[in-house]
Each structure stands twice: as C-alpha cells, then as structure tokens.
T-cell receptor
Framework: SAVISQKPSRDICQRGTSLTIQCQVDSQVTMMFWYRQQPGQSLTLIATANQGSEATYESGFVIDKFPISRPNLTFSTLTVSNMSPEDSSIYLC?????????????FGQGTRLTVV | QKEVEQNSGPLSVPEGAIASLNCTYSDRGSQSFFWYRQYSGKSPELIMSIYSNGDKEDGRFTAQLNKASQYVSLLIRDSQPSDSATYLCAALGTGYSTLTFGKGTMLLVSP
C-alpha cells in the first residue's frame, strides 16, 4: 500500500488568511483526493486531483475557495483560502494506485485546522 | 444521490464477543466496498475490502456482501478493547472513481 505523508499535521490560522496543505505519496498514483472531516462527522469529498488537468470538485466546493495543484503523480496540494471559523476541520489527503474495481484508497495523517 | 448508511452507535460489546457492524448503500452500480477503522484523532485505516457476494475473511475480521440487498457487514471476532474505534463503510461508485463514506459506527469493547 502507498504511504502518504501530509503536512502540516495541525495549524491555527487567522481568519482571512490561506493555508496550503501538502500531500506526498511514496509511489506514483493515478488518483489523489482531498476530504474534509468535521468533528464527529464522516468524510466529505472536496475534490479529485488529476495530474495534468484541473481538479474535479464536488457539489458545494469551488476552486476559488479550495485551489488544488497536482504537478506530478506523487504530489498534491490543497489550499484553503480566505479562511473563516467554519473552515475549522480535519483535511485528509487520499490516494489510489490504479482506478478499477479492485482499487483501494489510503489516507495521509490528516491536517487539523483551527481558524480563529 | 449516492448514500451509504450506517448506524452511528455506539455499539457496545464485551471483550471476546463478536461485534457486528452493518452498512447499506443506495448506488446499485457500486461494485467495491471497504471498511475503514478510525481511532479518535487519527486518519482512516483500511482494514477490509470486498468485491464479490459472500464472505471474505482476514484474521479476526469477516466482511460480508449481499449486492441484491445492497448490504455490507463487518464481523469482528474475539473483540478486543483495542478494536474500540469508529468503523467507516465506503462504497466505490459506478465508474470506479470516488468513494462514498457512511457516517461511521462507533464500537466500544469493554474489558
């Protein structure tokens, strides 16, 4: 299984600022994903990060608020822009090695973001 | 809208008992299903995947899939206090692209 390193592990940010979260995979992966998990809740997919093309955003999430980069097959970043306290959450990076019926997704350690 | 439903729990079982976790899904086209374990403050960890109807066993864990009933379950035999966590069920949607997660079932195993 792929090993995923995510940083920072946590941060406290002022409202109105932006934070960029980095996700590094130890092998080339086809698909990378960004999730948000609010306290006591399940995972909500923000977007799929596609190498060589723009990210695909889920309903309720927009590129201006959550710009994503995917410069190669092992790395992606998620930026949380113009933050407000409502953005306080855990952000998780995930990766799948090969899309298909047997694909398995693995997660980074997560970034715990608090906006004050 | 694709949905995965789980009982939020908590499900409480004594040490050594069998814990049974259940999940239903709405997307009849889903082909692949996964169980993740998430300890408090940690990220989800994949523990089982199942793709075909029937049972799949891995150590103390057995995943069961019934596509006709759109039902997935996870049995944990000889439950240990270290199994206490939230268990997330996920379904891979039609097109094998994105996972839909349930809200998770909290399992508490008492010594």
């Amino acid at each position: 299984s792929a090993v995923i390193s995510q940083k920072p592990s946590r941060d406290i940010c002022q409202r109105g600022t932006s934070l960029t979260i980095q996700c590094q995979v130890d092998s080339q992966v086809t698909m990378m994903f960004w999730y948000r998990q609010q306290p006591g809740q399940s995972l909500t997919l923000i977007a799929t990060a596609n190498q060589g093309s723009e990210a695909t955003y889920e309903s309720g999430f927009v590129i201006d608020k959550f710009p994503i980069s995917r410069p190669n097959l092992t790395f992606s970043t998620l930026t949380v822009s113009n933050m407000s306290p409502e953005d306080s959450s855990i952000y998780l990076c995930s990766a799948s090695e090969n899309p298909g019926v047997n694909t398995e997704a693995f997660f980074g350690q997560g970034t715990r973001l608090t906006v004050v | 809208q694709k949905e995965v439903e789980q009982n939020s729990g908590p499900l409480s079982v004594p040490e050594g008992a069998i814990a049974s976790l259940n999940c239903t899904y709405s997307d009849r086209g889903s082909q692949s299903f996964f169980w993740y374990r998430q300890y408090s403050g940690k990220s989800p960890e994949l523990i089982m995947s199942i793709y075909s109807n029937g049972d799949k066993e891995d150590g103390r864990f057995t995943a069961q899939l019934n596509k006709a009933s759109q039902y997935v379950s996870l049995l944990i035999r000889d439950s240990q206090p270290s199994d206490s966590a939230t268990y997330l069920c996920a379904a891979l949607g039609t097109g094998y692209s994105t996972l839909t997660f349930g809200k998770g079932t909290m399992l508490l195993v008492s010594p």
